[in-house]
């Protein structure tokens, strides 16, 4: 099998460490009939095991993690900043992060709130050199598929709703947004977002409860007129 992984990475040795620039994740894939079997045997692995592979020198086993959290990650980053080029920058960054750091990845880690620690510690540091900023998405995509007014209309009809809660999802202060992603989006359990944070769990089940209630009061005030259709409560 060929070294897929280690194709997308070019390495460089400026001084005292290694560089490195990850050219496309994306384009990492998984093969051959005759390594079937391999591949059946790599998507038993946990995270956890996969993670300790990579830390060992495995590095080709991040492209499997990748496959497994770039979608995750891209919602994470998505919804913080409203930016889809943006989002995908930020997935590359946290696993080039990972490999740049995976000798810190704990023998007994848990490789989900690990990542989700790089993505905070990384949208962080792009607000940081980021203070002011505004976004502007790339609507081309959506351009193409509401060209004649029929799906249009239909597509503005189905997305109703969902507009209201991004729009309400927005209005909330950034830590908040930031809550409501990890525990309702990405089903970060509590335990794992109080360590993220720093706080206890009760901490968190409060802060989550009034979140929701903040949530849901924007929510109906953009639309008095719109039943709770979403669930919140």
């Known amino acids: 099998m060929k070294s897929i992984l280690m194709q997308s990475i070019k390495w460089h040795r400026p ?20 390594d079937a079997q391999n591949d059946y045997q790599l998507n ?40 889809a080029s943006v989002s995908e920058d930020l997935v590359q960054n946290v696993f080039m992060r990972m490999l740049k750091y995976k000798h810190s990845y704990s023998d007994s880690g848990n ?10 510690n990384v949208h962080k540091d792009f607000l940081r050199k980021n203070n002011r ?8 995509t959506w351009e193409e598929q509401l060209r004649d007014d029929h799906n249009k209309e239909v597509y503005l009809q189905q997305t109703d709703e969902l507009n209201n809660l991004s ?20 089903k970060l359990k509590y335990e794992q977002v109080a360590q993220l944070l720093g706080i206890s769990e009760s901490a968190i089940k409060v802060r989550v409860h009034r979140t929701m209630k903040e949530l849901k009061d924007n929510y109906l005030k953009l639309d008095g007129n719109i039943s709770n259709k979403t669930g919140l409560s």
Do not use: C, N
Not at 111 to 120: K, L, S, T, V
Not at 133 to 140: I, T, V
């Open 111 to 120: 490789f989900e709130a690990w990542a989700f620690h790089m993505g905070r």
């Open 15 to 34: 001084k005292e460490f290694y560089k490195f620039h990850v050219t496309s994740f994306k384009s990492l894939s998984f093969p051959d009939e005759d």
């Open 44 to 83: 038993q692995l946990d995270d956890h095991s996969l993670m300790l592979k990579v830390k060992a020198g495995d590095v080709e086993k991040l492209g499997l993690l990748y496959k497994r959290y770039s979608r995750r990650l891209f919602g994470f980053f998505y919804r913080m900043t409203s930016s």
């Open 133 to 140: 900023y505004s976004w502007q998405e790339d609507m081309s």
């Open 167 to 186: 729009r309400a999802i927005q209005a909330l202060p950034e830590d908040k947004r930031e809550l409501i992603e990890l525990t309702r989006f990405q």
